[in-house]
């Protein structure tokens, strides 16, 4: 959920990955062109622009003669996709921590406050839209596009839908967000790095001590 302006495949584009990440389009799913240009009201052009920037960041399998699809996730991936979510959301964050406007605290604050309220109403889709737009309003605010990039390629290989199947996994992880929350307020850096690793690494050791093939 960005605070910027964007162009319409840019707008096309997050709202394709944030309704990837929350599972509105689940993994393997079919995704039809005309549909998707009459849901966000744009025309098909920067519908097909968007699916080319999600293919690319592997959010999206297939062209558009065979038709896209959702790409699932490598299980066995996993383990490196975490440890290089830590390094690459810890430096977004610290650099983020320095720049957030009054505008992008308050969307913070507004965004833990529905995240909270999700969690509550044990509304899995609402906690994982949430949650992506947490973490873009932040990692945006460091204006490092190319780290982000990458950022994005890695939650797109990793399985959010299935790690917040998990019981109550959705009430701890809006209990770490607010643990960031409180670290950037109070600008403690060292607070700050230590929730979000804490939240990163979390979801995935409950998911491996759940998971069965």
């Known amino acids: 959920m960005a605070l910027i302006h964007q162009t319409k495949e840019e707008r096309v584009a997050d ?3 944030e309704g990837i990440i929350s ?3 689940p993994r393997g799913a079919k995704l039809k062109q005309a549909q998707i240009a009459e849901m966000i009201g744009t025309s098909i052009t920067p519908v ?3 699916i080319k920037l999600l293919e690319a960041e592997g959010f999206i399998q297939g ?3 065979r038709g896209a699809t959702v790409a699932p ?10 440890d290089l979510r830590v390094t690459l959301e810890c430096k977004l964050a610290l650099q983020a921590m320095g720049r957030l406007t009054s505008t992008e605290l308050d969307a913070l604050r507004d965004l833990q406050s529905q995240l909270e309220a999700a969690a509550n109403a044990d ?3 609402s906690v994982r839209t949430i949650n992506y737009r947490f973490h873009e309003v932040l990692y945006q605010a460091a204006d490092l596009p190319q780290t982000l990039q990458f950022v994005r390629a890695l939650w797109a290989r990793y399985p959010f839908d299935l790690i917040n199947k998990l019981d109550h996994r959705i009430g701890r992880a ?3 967000h607010n643990e960031m929350l409180s670290a950037i307020l109070a600008r403690d850096e060292s607070a700050l790095l230590s929730a ?3 939240h990163i690494r979390a979801g995935w050791d409950e998911f491996k001590e759940n998971y069965t093939e």
């Open 63 to 65: 062209s558009s003669h």
């Open 123 to 125: 509304d899995r889709e």
């Open 15 to 17: 709202f394709l990955r």
């Open 73 to 82: 996730f490598d299980i066995d991936a996993t383990a490196e996709i975490v």
């Open 196 to 198: 979000l690793r804490v």
């Open 48 to 50: 097909r622009e968007a």
């Open 174 to 176: 809006s209990q770490e």
């Open 23 to 25: 599972g509105k389009f």
